[in-house]
């Protein structure tokens, strides 16, 4: 198996590794797919889990300026997020499994979950992903 | 009256050797086992079974399945009835009592009918040009009864639901041919499959309609192919089910219907209890990483002048009617259609016996086979003809057949016929709902009159008539006549009869829509067809448009002189039949819904007449009344027990949350507005906790148990969110900081003795702890042992008097309790509830947040801004403290207010200063009456209040005006005396 770049994961792969849900074909014809992650959840620390699992936290990647920066850049922290339509960067807690929060790239339109990172880890370059404001 | 029975024929599908009683509207009746509800009724002649919902005008059987517009009917009473059951669907059972929901003072003589009369009246958007004086809740009751909604049970639903997850690798949704074809392969394949058909029996239309499939009669290719799929080892069959909902990543809902099995006597779900085990519905969450729609077509109507009445039925439901269940809808019947599908029924109808007067054909060709074949049968056949009129009062009695022009735009003749019922077929639409719903685009296609799908879908594959195919594979066997087919080659004919008035041409029947209505949103400006739907109503009701969408697009591009594939289509959403509410909710109710938290002490409370409420999520006692004691006298004894000798208060739901860590006290640092940096071990300190925005969150004390280890306490209600905003800021911002964060707010029961005797009482007790005040002053914490249990004693005060607040093990916290009572009860100490705490931190003015706080309070507005800005070191929250908006001098400040004149003031009550010209200056966060004097005290936010002292205030509560004396808090022992001793 492919293993994933070292600084995120790969949904799908880290899905089959952690937990034996991904069904494939018996068969040589291909009929059957890995089981897409339909409103599921890949935790870095457990898996594939159901959404209801989890709490979202908004917007990742935001940095938390200084005390002496100027009113409008704190209340730009405070008050201004990125609403994409396409790949948005947030984080998710696993608040009824392990509580740990980690990062995850969301398609704001088809709900698909790109990617899923640890906390403190750089945004993953995806493809078509418009380029969002320098964290 | 018809006789009992009058319609039934020859034929399969029902057991006639298994009579079921049932009544209409109290009207006894018989049928059989196999009948539906609505079959059992058109065999008893009963032709109008509801009133139509705006002109009560008289309504009958329609349809055959899911998409039946007219027979909504109540079924059952009491905490049972379920209303707006759609009658085709529902399987009849011995017993069963089902009611029109639509007809006052009954269907038959129904007073609303001389509505009909005032039709010009009723047109779109007459509810909102009409009922606006003063407002539609005035007529709301009135337009309900009359619209015939159904009612709902207003007892406690009785029966269990659940809710159950599926994971499979196919899920083939619809049991007929084509579904069946595809179970059988996926299943073949190896794939775990999941098949579901909304019918009892699997097979579709396959296994009634005559035709063959590969060579073997459909019947019995269906019944094999379910044969098989049953001994396979991964497929589940879900009968009687219905995919109702396509959601977000190929989620899909399906609802199941559990059959009731009748008992031995035969008695119907009525009557019998339903095992508790044994849910009334499922609801069922899949997952596949394919889904196979093949959920057929449905039949659409013609549209002429007063085609709802009883007896005009969908010409595929009345073949239907007549192969699953032996009822001829009439004795002498019309064929209408556009398309070839309807020479079955009328093939079929002849067989049987019934007199069918004649097929016609808005097709101004007809094709030789169906004409060949209609000629064997001796029915005639009228080419570009098409319905214009049709004649009766309760029910149809004639039909007036229009002869079309060559360009079908006129009619150049019209010929009447006496019937009692006319079947029509208008050519079938894919049931395309759940493909929209996963965001599959739909076109109107002229060559078949209908939506068809524009793309492909990653997930979906469509199968069998939704995807228009015609499948060859399938011959005409018992019949001559070919099989209906949803689509075919041949082009449709007309739909809509070109000539009458259009105040009678009904689009929608459910919601009592014309042609004339779609007129008028035309001629009102109406352009896009989501924006005609809502002015109109078309398409709106349960139905949800099913046989009315596809109509009603033509229509309003026929208006609009565009094409209709121009026009696009309304939006198909979820559910695609109506749900249950019991199905969603599943066994979530109740306790289930919102579990309470017991206090350790629970049962003693219970045992000595506490008045329970609930906190948050906690049961607490209020008070524990004696006698007949009130609420508010309970609640003043007790305060008057704690401020003249003892009170024990259950205060175990108070957060307690341990941070441990070589770096807990930084990380500590970053939450309070206080300076922690000078905690020494043994002392609490009181400090407040901010969101970012400065907007204070929480407020507790934080004691240091050693230098690494550290304890707070947080409000009872915040205790879980504390905990989970320290984690979110540990793991994302600060996940440096090495500490581990553990709630431990159950782990202990919390125990406090308030009141001047507190230190006599607790003395009594075996500690190694010095009580003594000058050991264990005000704002010590102490560990040690208590009765030979761990205990740790704070000396923190929310009443105002000496108060011990005493933690031990959860499991020791009863025989604490007693102990304590047993000290203390011969020196006047009571238990005291949660509103006499309360009230005594009223007199004392200490702040209750959530109470006398909201999202706008930063520390400054309640008096804690120097200790904010003493603090040199950042936290959470400290830069909003010094944006302009936090800094004015005008923001809203905690107060006290003295009530003059005696009477109460009330908790929301708006302030206003002499000559204010604003529309308030404050309110009151809250109240009550001093323990002691009675007089009447408040907390209250005023503008600039701090600079208000001694003012007089007007308090305002729904239109009685008080005053009020604007003071300083605390309102009992100034000088902290009682707490300090
Ligand atoms: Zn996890």
């Given at each position: 198996?492919?293993?994933?770049?070292?600084e995120?994961?790969?949904?799908?792969?880290?899905a089959?590794?952690?937990?034996?849900?991904?069904?494939?074909?018996?068969?040589?014809?291909?009929?059957?797919?890995?089981i897409k992650?339909?409103?599921?959840?890949?935790?870095?620390?457990?898996?594939?889990?159901?959404?209801?699992?989890?709490?979202?936290?908004?917007?990742?990647h935001?940095?938390?300026p200084?005390?002496e920066?100027?009113d409008?850049?704190?209340?730009?922290?405070?008050?201004?997020?990125?609403?994409?339509?396409?790949?948005?960067y947030?984080?998710?807690?696993?608040?009824y499994?392990c509580?740990?929060?980690?990062?995850?790239?969301?398609d704001?339109?088809?709900?698909?979950?790109?990617?899923?990172?640890?906390?403190?880890?750089?945004?993953?370059v995806?493809?078509?992903?418009?380029?969002?404001?320098?964290? | 009256?018809?006789?009992?029975g009058?319609?039934?024929?020859?034929?399969a599908?029902?057991?006639?050797?298994?009579?079921?009683?049932?009544r209409f509207?109290?009207?006894p009746?018989?049928?059989?086992?196999?009948?539906?509800?609505?079959?059992?009724?058109?065999?008893?002649?009963?032709?109008?079974?509801?009133r139509?919902?705006?002109?009560?005008?008289?309504?009958?059987?329609?349809?055959?399945?899911?998409?039946e517009?007219?027979?909504?009917?109540?079924?059952?009473t009491?905490?049972r009835?379920?209303?707006?059951?759609?009658?085709?669907?529902?399987?009849?059972?011995?017993?069963?009592?089902?009611?029109?929901?639509?007809?006052?003072?009954?269907?038959?003589?129904?007073?609303?009918?001389?509505?009909?009369?005032?039709?010009?009246?009723?047109a779109?958007?007459?509810?909102?040009k009409?009922?606006?004086?003063?407002?539609w809740?005035?007529?709301e009751?009135l337009?309900?009864?009359?619209?015939?909604?159904?009612?709902?049970?207003?007892?406690?639903?009785?029966d269990?639901?659940?809710?159950?997850?599926?994971h499979?690798d196919v899920?083939?949704?619809?049991?007929g041919a084509?579904g069946?074809?595809?179970?059988?392969?996926?299943?073949?394949?190896?794939?775990r499959?999941?098949?579901v058909?909304?019918?009892?029996?699997?097979?579709?239309?396959s296994?009634?309609?005559?035709?063959?499939?590969?060579g073997t009669?459909?019947s019995k290719?269906?019944k094999?192919?379910?044969?098989?799929?049953?001994r396979a080892?991964?497929?589940?069959?879900?009968?009687?089910t219905?995919?109702?909902?396509?959601?977000?990543?190929?989620?899909?809902?399906?609802l199941?219907?559990?059959?009731?099995?009748?008992?031995?006597?035969?008695?119907?779900?009525?009557q019998?209890k339903?095992?508790l085990s044994?849910?009334?519905?499922?609801?069922?969450?899949?997952?596949?990483?394919?889904?196979?729609?093949?959920?057929g077509?449905?039949?659409?109507?013609?549209?002429?002048?007063?085609?709802?009445?009883?007896?005009?039925?969908?010409a595929?439901?009345?073949?239907?009617?007549?192969?699953?269940?032996?009822v001829?809808v009439?004795?002498?019947?019309?064929?209408?259609?556009?398309?070839?599908?309807?020479y079955?029924?009328a093939?079929?109808?002849?067989e049987?016996g019934?007199?069918v007067l004649?097929?016609?054909?808005?097709?101004?060709e007809?094709?030789r086979?169906?004409?060949?074949?209609?000629?064997?049968?001796?029915?005639?056949?009228l080419?570009?003809?098409?319905?214009?009129d049709?004649?009766?009062?309760?029910?149809?009695s004639?039909?007036s057949?229009?002869?079309?022009?060559?360009?079908?735009?006129?009619?150049?003749?019209?010929?009447?016929?006496?019937c009692?019922?006319?079947?029509i077929?208008?050519?079938w639409?894919?049931?395309?709902?759940?493909?929209?719903?996963?965001?599959?685009?739909?076109v109107?296609?002229e060559?078949?009159?209908?939506?068809?799908?524009?793309?492909?879908?990653?997930?979906?594959?469509?199968?069998?008539?939704?995807?228009?195919?015609?499948?060859?594979?399938?011959?005409?066997?018992?019949?001559?006549a070919?099989?209906?087919?949803?689509?075919?080659?041949?082009?449709?004919?007309?739909r809509?009869?070109?000539?009458?008035s259009?105040?009678?041409?009904?689009?929608?029947?459910r919601h009592?829509?014309?042609?004339?209505?779609?007129e008028?949103?035309?001629?009102?400006?109406y352009?896009s067809?989501?924006?005609?739907k809502?002015?109109?109503?078309v398409?709106?009701?349960?139905?949800?448009?099913?046989t009315?969408n596809?109509?009603?697009?033509?229509?309003?591009?026929r208006?609009?002189?565009?094409?209709?594939?121009?026009?696009g289509?309304?939006?198909?959403?979820?559910p695609?039949t109506?749900?249950?509410l019991?199905?969603?909710?599943?066994r979530?109710?109740?306790?289930?819904f919102?579990?309470?938290?017991?206090?350790?002490?629970?049962?003693?409370?219970?045992?000595?007449?506490?008045?329970?409420?609930?906190?948050?999520?906690?049961?607490?006692?209020?008070?524990?009344?004696r006698?007949?004691?009130?609420?508010?006298?309970?609640?003043?004894?007790?305060?008057?027990?704690?401020?003249?000798?003892?009170?024990?208060?259950?205060?175990?739901?108070?957060?307690?949350?341990?941070?441990?860590?070589?770096?807990?006290?930084?990380?500590?640092?970053?939450?309070y507005i206080?300076n922690?940096?000078?905690?020494?071990p043994?002392?609490?300190r009181?400090?407040?906790?901010?969101?970012e925005?400065?907007?204070?969150?929480?407020?507790g004390?934080?004691?240091?148990?050693a230098?690494?280890?550290?304890?707070i306490?947080?409000?009872?209600?915040?205790?879980g969110?504390?905990?989970a905003?320290?984690e979110?800021?540990?793991?994302?911002?600060?996940?440096?900081l090495?500490?581990?964060?553990?709630p431990?707010?159950?782990?202990?029961?919390?125990?406090s003795?308030?009141?001047?005797?507190?230190?006599?009482?607790l003395?009594?007790?075996?500690?190694?702890?010095d009580?003594?005040?000058?050991?264990?002053?005000?704002?010590?914490?102490?560990?040690g042992?208590?009765?030979?249990?761990?205990a740790?004693?704070?000396r923190?005060?929310?009443?105002?008097?000496l108060?011990?607040e005493?933690?031990?093990?959860?499991?020791?916290?009863q025989?604490?309790?007693?102990?304590?009572?047993?000290?203390?009860?011969p020196?006047g100490?009571?238990?005291?509830?949660?509103?006499?705490l309360?009230?005594m931190?009223?007199?004392?003015?200490?702040?209750?947040?959530g109470?006398?706080?909201?999202?706008?309070t930063?520390?400054?507005?309640?008096?804690?801004?120097?200790?904010?800005s003493?603090?040199?070191?950042?936290?959470?929250?400290?830069?909003?403290l010094?944006?302009?908006?936090?800094?004015?001098?005008?923001r809203?400040?905690?107060?006290?207010?003295?009530?003059?004149?005696?009477?109460d003031?009330?908790?929301?009550?708006h302030?206003?200063?002499?000559?204010?010209?604003?529309?308030?200056?404050?309110?009151?966060?809250?109240a009550?009456?001093?323990?002691?004097s009675?007089e009447?005290?408040?907390?209250?936010?005023?503008?600039?209040?701090?600079?208000?002292?001694?003012a007089?205030?007007?308090?305002?509560?729904?239109?009685?005006?008080?005053?009020?004396?604007?003071?300083?808090?605390p309102?009992?022992?100034?000088?902290?005396?009682?707490?300090?001793?």
């Open positions: 198996m492919r293993e994933p770049p070292r995120w994961h790969i949904d799908e792969p880290q089959r590794r952690t937990q034996p849900i991904a069904v494939l074909a018996a068969s040589a014809a291909g009929v059957f797919q890995p992650n339909m409103l599921r959840i890949s935790c870095p620390h457990c898996g594939i889990r159901d959404e209801v699992e989890f709490a979202f936290g908004g917007p990742s935001v940095t938390r200084a005390f920066v100027s409008a850049e704190w209340a730009d922290y405070l008050f201004n997020r990125e609403n994409p339509k396409g790949i948005h947030e984080r998710w807690q696993h608040a499994g509580g740990r929060w980690f990062n995850a790239a969301r704001t339109v088809t709900h698909e979950i790109l990617a899923v990172y640890r906390m403190g880890d750089p945004k993953p995806l493809p078509g992903a418009p380029r969002g404001r320098a964290p | 009256m018809t006789k009992p009058a319609f039934r024929v020859d034929g599908g029902v057991n006639r050797n298994r009579p079921l009683r049932f509207d109290g009207r009746l018989t049928g059989y086992a196999g009948d539906s509800l609505a079959s059992a009724l058109l065999a008893n002649g009963v032709r109008t079974v509801g139509s919902f705006k002109f009560h005008r008289p309504r009958g059987v329609y349809a055959c399945g899911i998409e517009p007219n027979a909504l009917l109540q079924l059952g009491g905490a009835a379920i209303p707006s059951a759609r009658a085709t669907v529902v399987e009849l059972t011995e017993g069963l009592e089902a009611f029109s929901q639509s007809g006052w003072p009954s269907v038959q003589t129904d007073a609303g009918r001389m509505l009909d009369f005032t039709a010009p009246l009723w779109a958007g007459f509810y909102n009409t009922f606006i004086w003063p407002n809740h005035t007529y009751g337009v309900r009864r009359m619209a015939g909604l159904g009612r709902a049970p207003v007892e406690p639903d009785p269990r639901y659940e809710i159950r997850n599926l499979c899920l083939v949704i619809g049991g084509a069946l074809r595809e179970a059988s392969a996926a299943s073949e394949a190896g794939g499959v999941v098949l058909e909304q019918a009892s029996e699997l097979g579709g239309r296994a009634w309609d005559g035709s063959a499939i590969e009669p459909g290719w269906a094999l192919l379910t044969e098989r799929l049953e080892p991964d497929v589940r069959i879900l009968r009687r219905t995919a109702v909902g396509y959601y977000d990543r190929d989620v899909v809902a399906l199941e219907s559990v059959p009731v099995h009748e008992g031995p006597d035969g008695s119907g779900p009525m019998r339903r095992h044994t849910p009334r519905e499922r609801y069922w969450i899949v997952r596949a990483n394919r889904v196979v729609l093949a959920t077509a449905i039949e659409q109507p013609l549209i002429f002048c007063n085609n709802d009445r009883p007896g005009i039925v969908l595929g439901a009345a073949h239907q009617y007549l192969r699953c269940y032996a001829a009439g004795r002498r019947v019309l064929v209408a259609t556009n398309n070839d599908s309807a079955a029924t093939c079929g109808l002849k049987a019934v007199d004649a097929i016609a054909d808005s097709r101004h007809v094709p086979e169906q004409a060949d074949e209609m000629r064997r049968q001796s029915i005639p056949v080419p570009g003809s098409i319905p214009v049709t004649s009766g009062f309760s029910a149809l004639g039909v057949v229009g002869r079309l022009s060559r360009d079908s735009t006129s009619v150049d003749s019209v010929q009447h016929f006496r009692d019922a006319l079947a077929s208008g050519g639409c894919p049931a395309l709902h759940l493909y929209s719903q996963a965001g599959g685009k739909l109107y296609r060559q078949s009159r209908a939506l068809e799908p524009v793309a492909t879908h990653p997930i979906i594959t469509l199968a069998g008539s939704v995807a228009g195919e015609r499948d060859d594979a399938r011959t005409s066997a018992q019949s001559k070919p099989a209906q087919h949803p689509s075919s080659a041949q082009p449709m004919g007309i809509i009869s070109p000539v009458g259009t105040l009678r041409q009904w689009v929608d029947l009592d829509v014309t042609v004339s209505d779609l008028l949103a035309i001629r009102e400006n352009a067809v989501e924006h005609v809502r002015y109109t109503t398409g709106m009701s349960v139905d949800q448009g099913k009315s596809v109509a009603a697009i033509e229509i309003i591009a208006l609009r002189r565009m094409k209709p594939s121009d026009l289509h309304t939006t198909l959403r979820p695609y109506p749900v249950t019991g199905a969603i909710v599943g979530g109710t109740g306790e289930r919102s579990p309470s938290r017991l206090l350790p002490m629970h049962s003693w409370h219970v045992a000595h007449g506490a008045l329970f409420e609930d906190y948050g999520e906690w049961r607490r006692p209020v008070a524990y009344l006698g007949s004691e009130s609420r508010h006298a309970g609640i003043v004894r007790e305060a008057r027990a704690v401020r003249g000798a003892a009170g024990l208060f259950d205060g175990s739901p108070l957060g307690k949350i341990e941070v441990h860590g070589p770096d807990a006290l930084e990380f500590l640092d970053h939450f206080n922690l940096a000078t905690l020494k043994g002392r609490a009181y400090g407040l906790m901010l969101r925005s400065g907007v204070i969150f929480d407020d004390t934080i004691v240091m148990l230098p690494d280890r550290y304890l306490t947080t409000t009872s209600g915040n205790a969110r504390v905990a905003w320290l979110e800021w540990h793991q994302c911002e600060w996940p440096q090495r500490v581990a964060i553990m431990v707010t159950d782990q202990w029961a919390t125990v003795l308030a009141g001047p005797r507190a230190r006599e009482i003395s009594k007790l075996a500690t190694d702890i009580l003594s005040g000058a050991a264990f002053p005000h704002l010590g914490m102490r560990e042992r208590l009765l030979g249990e761990p740790r004693i704070y923190v005060s929310f009443t105002g008097e108060t011990y005493i933690n031990v093990p959860a499991g020791c916290g025989s604490l309790w007693d102990a304590i009572l047993d000290a203390g009860t020196v100490l009571q238990p005291l509830g949660i509103e006499a309360l009230l931190r009223l007199e004392k003015g200490f702040l209750h947040v109470s006398d706080t909201d999202g706008t930063v520390p400054d507005d309640v008096g804690w801004g120097k200790v904010a003493a603090k040199s070191a950042d936290f959470i929250g400290k830069r909003s010094y944006l302009p908006e936090n800094a004015r001098s005008d809203l400040q905690l107060v006290g207010l003295a009530g003059e004149g005696g009477a003031i009330v908790v929301g009550s302030l206003r200063l002499a000559g204010s010209n604003e529309v308030t200056d404050g309110w009151v966060t809250s009550g009456r001093a323990v002691l009675a009447p005290i408040a907390l209250a936010v005023l503008r600039a209040g701090r600079r208000q002292i001694g007089q205030v007007s308090v305002h509560d729904a239109g009685k005006v008080t005053r009020a004396r604007v003071v300083n808090p309102f009992f022992d100034p000088s902290g005396d009682r707490m300090n001793a």
